[in-house]
């Protein structure tokens, strides 16, 4: 069973989010959504206050205007998770390098940023595209919109809700407890959309300022060779909102997040 934990500023009767993900994992799921209307928790505490109450062997920690784009995302990690047990994460987009003095995944850029996420924003549908790589690539880091973890790692890392005791960074840190014993993947077997995008502001420096003394002894950290240059090659966005599947649009994702 997958433990799906959501940090939620909606109101209680609100469902839409349950039902998308719940409805399309194909596998056994419990939905433990934390209350945060009252701005009570940050996001690492909240997820720790999920964790006291998650049963299932594999957590999912995601992002409540993440919505699942395919039926069987569940399974897949399952398997994952069951075929593989040096496997700890698994994220849909990350990093196989991270700078000692530059916080954030994208930082370096290709060829070491991989995944695909499409973003919703406004009436458009946009496929942004990390890398175009297929496949499960090795990562040190992934985007926090989405992670599952094998849930028996938690009897030893936990998400640091001292340091990051807001929003951001949390994603980054857990990464990184992870791959102490486990390596940590990003797929592009799971399919998903995101409702907003990555806030940069001065919070974001503050907490990306705070990751890198946290780590200053081992970063960077990489999992490849490779040494990113000065002059990244960034990655590309395209409107896929006329590509949408009738599938898809009948899952009601195309105005989900704002219902």
Known sequence: MISIIVCSRRPAEWNVHENNVRQTAGCPNEYIKIDNTGNTYGLCSAYNKGLEYARGEICVFMHEDVFMLQYGWGAIIENKFRNDESLGLIG??????????KPGWVAAGRPFIHGKVTH????????????????????????????????????????????????????????????????CIVTDEIVLKHFSG??????????????????SD??????????????????????ITARIPEEVRRLGLDTGAEK
């Open 92 to 101: 849909v987009a990350g990093t196989q390098y991270l700078f000692a003095d």
């Open 120 to 183: 919703q924003k406004g009436e458009n549908c946009i496929l942004t595209v990390y890398s175009w790589d297929n496949g499960d690539k090795e990562v040190v880091a992934v985007d926090g919109l989405f992670i599952a973890v094998r849930g028996s790692l938690f009897e030893r890392i936990g998400f640091d809700d001292a340091i990051f005791d807001k929003f951001h960074f949390y994603d980054l840190d857990i990464c990184m407890q992870v791959r102490k014993t486990h390596k």
């Open 198 to 215: 990555g806030s940069f502001d001065s919070l974001w420096k503050m907490y990306g300022d705070r990751f890198c003394r946290k780590y």
């Open 218 to 239: 081992i970063l960077p950290v990489s999992c490849i060779d490779k040494v990113p240059d000065q002059s990244p090659e960034r990655f590309e966005s395209y409107d």
